[in-house]
Each structure stands twice: as structure tokens, then as C-alpha cells.
């Protein structure tokens, strides 16, 4: 059972790593002068802007934003908390890591995850049993065998088999000495009404173990196999499953897509399970929900290219088109897979042939191309419809991150409509600053976009230089810290973000310890971690600047402050203007004729 590491621990851990190795063990490297280039694993990309550097023991991305130390690296990989990443590391290097006893709340709260994790393998064993073994699972071999599967298949994704007896797993489970409210709690087992005792959710269903990214059971999902109704039943929201959160066969497609930088997305257990037979084994099912942004950013780890293959019917194209919203947004390429009306990639792959589903693998075109293409039939060839169809399109197009890719779909479109190329740049021009609603509704940005976003936002460029320069300052030398601690932050740094990195970096200097920059990471945001990051690994020579850099970041804190109390009175003046109140309005004016001096 985990707790907290004790830091001692940590430094010698990152002492014995080289983040070089680390990152090149993971993705290929160059050396370019101070840094690593590469091509970075958490968006797409064709050239790189994947930066590692061998001084700092740092990466950052300047494409995407994302950045950190070796711990932060191996979180974002392996999609691991803090405390797990250390652990592997640890054991890289030979390492074990000791643990601070956690607090009892939080002992309380692993205790349920690891019985909740230990109830459904047991559920899994139980169910897989039955379909390999017992005489009750024979329908369900004979149904698989039908469908082209065979036992290294359904060992191969831990299928298995619910009968038709009400309270089979309860038994089982009771037996085993688990306690069945837990198991109620996960969704396996629910109440009888009468208040007395509990029967199975799953019965007479094939059922498919929803792996989480480290292999262990999440939940459930069970197909009839019959005409039975619901065709499919999945395990109900749990404190270690929410549906939006988790691919179904990316545990098992993981290193095949980090290979080939890409990966299908399909819909259904079948349609995923049929890639795999047919050797296309970079593929995930979203188990029937719509595409998500944590299911995107999941795929982020492992592939950069995303293609869609969903049901070729009105739904299936709808879903698509929520999908590309959702991969577009979060910077990752996204292309269409099609596929004869009708068909599923089961379907067609028994029909066709793997070499034939290869041909459409490869003529896999941009979704955005196809949301075009579908866009302007619908909306047919009238001037209105083509005036509607143009103000969708061009609400795609903004969500493009390249400039150029953006021109070429206008002059596509250009093409398509009849319409002067120019006049469709300004219109998607205008619909980008109009900033409409975004399609996508999801958490806090990640740490990928937010550096960006924080940049932004955080003021004028010169502004934010001077903060980044001095905040490179403070980290390179000690007198720099305690100057801008005798200073007081708030008076140097104007932008949030950057003053809490810099509270950070004070805070290491009041405990009393060895400066560490690894500590520092290790106690800022994601996205602080991108902006100290992207800092450091782009470290400027400042010979001889620093009181320059200590004055223009003193100054624009006064600027600040004089700007806020000058909106302050402009509004207090309004209102005195607006009572008569003479003695006030002359107050007001006098103190910003004194302001305007400052400035």
C-alpha cells in the first residue's frame, strides 16, 4: 500500500536517471547544440519541436506546451500518478522506494480501490471460467466459433461467459468472502426488491473485461446472443470506471500504436476484436459512447494520427463529425476511414479480406474533407444553402492549428462553391474572432494548450519576457532569489502564473534545503511546469542584464497597479458626476492627473 516518498528518496532516484535515456526509450532523439530534438508523443507532429535538455534534466514542447522533469515525462507516457511514476523509475535504476505512511482517510480510500480492483478480477476469472471451461459457456464457444474466434482470441481480450442462473456471481463471490455491498457498488450485483438478498446484472451474456491502461479490470460490457434486449449492458459508473475515461483494447494496442504514431477508433467490442484478428492491432473501441476529450487525450499518449471508423449510416457520420470536433480541438490529425454501405469492419473484413481493408486503410482521407464534402450536399446548390453550408465549414476550418492547412481547405472550398477564395478568408476570419460556443464542453485545458493560453492572456510581450528572464535568473543563481524575495513577488510579477513559480522557488530557499530544480517541478501546476520548462530549455545569456530585467519587472507591477486605480477612478468620477457631487469629482480628477504622472 502506497504513501507518501520521502524526498530524499526522489532526489536519488532523478540523480541516477539521465532524462535523455529516459525520453530516448520512448521516442527517437538527435542531439541538436544544448538539446534533444525529437518528435513529440503528446500531439502530432511532422517536424519537431520536442525539446529535451541534458543540462536541466528537463523537456519541453514548443509546439504543444507540455513540459517538465523526467517524473512529469513518465506520468504523461504511462498515464501514472506522481507517486507511480517515482516507483518506476525507482526500479529502472534498482531503487525501492520507501513510503511515508499515508493518512487514514487515504488509506481508507486505496483500501476500496484495491478491493473494488481485486472484486472485478475475480468477476473476470469467474466469467472467463465458465466460457472456456464449464459445460454452461458452451452456446458462447460455439457462438465465438461461429464468428471466426477461438480460445487464444478470448483469452487474448479475457472474454467470458454470464449464464442464465440469477445469482451465479453473488454465490461466487460470497463464497470468496467478498462483501457483497462492495460488489453492489461496482454494478456487478444489484438488490432483490424484496429486500432480501441480491441477483447478478449480467446473465446469459458474452462478456467483454474493459482493461484500464495498466491492465486491470475497469468493468464490464455483455452482448446478448440472441435477439434478446439490450442487444448490450455495460457495468454502470463506479468509483474506478467512468465510461468517458477509458478505450476499450488500448491496453492492448498500446506499443503497436506508439509504433505506427496512429490509431483506429471504432465503436463496438466486435468491430475491435476483428481488427485484431485481421493483424490491424493499433486499434480501440469507445464501447459505444461518443468520443471524449479524455478518451482523445488518452490516444494523445500513443499516437498522433487518429482514424475513425464508425457505422457507415447517418449515426455512424454524426459521430464521426463529433469526433473530428473533439480531435481537432485537441490538436491531434484526424482522418476517415470508409467502408461500403452497410458494412462494419467485422462485416467487411469476412467479406473482403484483410489486404482488401488495407486499400481502405491507406485511402483513409481527412474527416474534415469528408465533413466538407457532406456539409454542401445537404445543404444543396441554392445560394442560401451554400451560404449556410460555407458558415459551418468555416467553424471546422478555425479549429486547425495550421495556418497553411487552413488556405488549402479555402481554396477547396472555393473550388466546390464558385466562390472568390478572398471573400471565404474573411469570413473565416470573422468567424474565428467571433470565437462561437465551442462544440466541445470539457474540463480545465490540459497543460498541452494552457501554457499557450496563459501566455496569451498574461499581458504585453515585452511584459512577460521580463518575468521569464528573471525567473531564469532566480533559478540559475541564489542572490537572485533572495534580491526577489527582499523585493516581494507581487511587486515583480505581475502575471499570476509566473509569480506562483516564483513563490515556488523562494519556498525552497525558507525550507532550508539544497536548491533542487527537480523539487520545484514537482510542486508546480502542469502548466506552470510548461512555462518554467519552456524557459529553461530555451535559457538566454544575460551577462550583465539583471538589474535592467529586476527594474522593467519592478516597473510594470507600479504600471499595473497605477492602470487599476486609474479604472478605479474613472468609475468613482463617473458616479460623482452622475450625484453632483462636486467635492468628489474634483478628488477624483486630481488623483489622476497625479497618476497620469507616474505612468
Known amino acids: 500500500m502506497s504513501g507518501r516518498i520521502d524526498d530524499e528518496k526522489i532526489e536519488e532516484i532523478r540523480n541516477r536517471l539521465d532524462i535523455v535515456e529516459v525520453v530516448g526509450s520512448y521516442l527517437p532523439l538527435r542531439r541538436s547544440g544544448h538539446n534533444h530534438l525529437g518528435l513529440c ?27 517538465g522533469n523526467v517524473f512529469n515525462f513518465v506520468m504523461r507516457m504511462e498515464g501514472l500518478t506522481f507517486p507511480e511514476a517515482v516507483r518506476r523509475l525507482g526500479e529502472r535504476v534498482g531503487i525501492e522506494v520507501a513510503q511515508e505512511a499515508p493518512s487514514p482517510a487515504e488509506l481508507k480510500r486505496r483500501h476500496e480501490l484495491e478491493l473494488f480492483g481485486r472484486i472485478n478480477e475475480a468477476a473476470a ?38 449464464t442464465d442462473r ?58 446478448v446472443l440472441d435477439d434478446g434486449l439490450p442487444k448490450y449492458l455495460n457495468s454502470p459508473e463506479s468509483p474506478i470506471y467512468h465510461k468517458g475515461n477509458v478505450l476499450y483494447g488500448l491496453y492492448q494496442a498500446r506499443e503497436e500504436m506508439r509504433k505506427s504514431d496512429s490509431a483506429i477508433v ?17 486499434s480501440a473501441a469507445t464501447c459505444g459512447t461518443a468520443l471524449t476529450v479524455e478518451q482523445v487525450r488518452l490516444l494523445k499518449r500513443y499516437a498522433g494520427r487518429v482514424l475513425l471508423l464508425f457505422d457507415q449510416d447517418p449515426a455512424g457520420l454524426k459521430a464521426t463529425f463529433r469526433g473530428m470536433d473533439v480531435l481537432l480541438a485537441e490538436g491531434v490529425s484526424a482522418a476517415v476511414i470508409e467502408l461500403p454501405s452497410g458494412d462494419d469492419p467485422d462485416s467487411f473484413l469476412l467479406r473482403a479480406g484483410a489486404e482488401a481493408f488495407a486499400a481502405r486503410l491507406q485511402a483513409a482521407r481527412p474527416v474534415l474533407e469528408l465533413f466538407m464534402e457532406t456539409t454542401l450536399a445537404r445543404h444543396g446548390a441554392t445560394i442560401e444553402g451554400k451560404a449556410k453550408a460555407v458558415e459551418e465549414i468555416s467553424a471546422k476550418l478555425k479549429l486547425l492549428p495550421s495556418e497553411l492547412e487552413r488556405n488549402l481547405y479555402l481554396k477547396l472550398l472555393a473550388q466546390r462553391t464558385g466562390i472568390d477564395e478572398s471573400l471565404l478568408l474573411r469570413r473565416t476570419v470573422a468567424s474565428a474572432k467571433a470565437a462561437a460556443a465551442p462544440t466541445v464542453r470539457a474540463a480545465a485545458p490540459p497543460a498541452a494548450r494552457a501554457a499557450a493560453t496563459a501566455r496569451k492572456n498574461a499581458g504585453p510581450g515585452s511584459v512577460i519576457r521580463a518575468q521569464e528572464l528573471l525567473l531564469q535568473m532566480m533559478v540559475s543563481d541564489r542572490a537572485w532569489r533572495l534580491r526577489a524575495a527582499v523585493e516581494g513577488v507581487a511587486t515583480l510579477f505581475s502575471e ?3 509569480r506562483g ?42 551577462d550583465g ?19 487599476r486605480r486609474s479604472s478605479e477612478l474613472q468609475q468613482a468620477l463617473r458616479q460623482a458626476e452622475s450625484d453632483g457631487d462636486e467635492a468628489a469629482r474634483n478628488r477624483c480628477l486630481q488623483e489622476l492627473m497625479a497618476l497620469k504622472k507616474r505612468l
Open 545 to 563: 542584464e539583471g538589474e535592467r530585467i529586476f527594474a522593467d519587472c519592478r516597473g510594470t507591477s507600479v504600471r499595473g497597479d497605477v492602470r
Open 266 to 282: 471504432v465503436e463496438g467490442y466486435f468491430d475491435l476484436m476483428a481488427l485484431h484478428r485481421a493483424g490491424f492491432t493499433a
Open 125 to 162: 476469472l469467474f466469467y472467463q471460467q465458465i466460457l472456456l471451461e464449464d459445460k454452461g459457456g458452451a452456446v458462447a464457444r460455439s457462438y465465438l466459433k461461429k464468428r471466426g474466434y477461438d480460445g487464444e482470441a478470448a483469452r487474448r481480450f479475457r472474454l467470458g461467459y454470464a
Open 501 to 542: 513559480i516564483a513563490e515556488v522557488l523562494l519556498r525552497q530557499d525558507e525550507r532550508g534545503e539544497v536548491f533542487s530544480l527537480d523539487a520545484v517541478f514537482n510542486l508546480l501546476s502542469e502548466e506552470q511546469s510548461a512555462i518554467l520548462s519552456g524557459i529553461l530549455v530555451n535559457e538566454q545569456q544575460l
Open 166 to 223: 440469477r445469482d451465479g456471481l453473488t454465490a461466487h463471490l460470497a463464497a470468496q468472502g467478498f462483501d457483497l455491498a462492495a460488489v453492489a457498488r461496482l454494478g456487478l450485483i444489484r438488490d432483490e426488491r424484496s429486500g432480501s438478498g441480491h441477483f447478478d446484472l449480467f446473465r446469459r451474456r458474452l462478456l467483454f473485461p474493459i482493461l484500464d491502461e495498466r491492465g486491470r479490470v475497469a468493468a464490464f460490457g455483455g452482448r
Open 496 to 498: 499570476a502564473q509566473r
Open 41 to 67: 508523443p503528446f500531439h502530432g507532429e511532422k517536424s519537431p519541436s520536442f525539446n529535451v535538455n541534458a543540462v536541466r534534466q528537463i523537456f519541453h514542447c514548443f509546439g504543444c506546451g507540455v513540459g
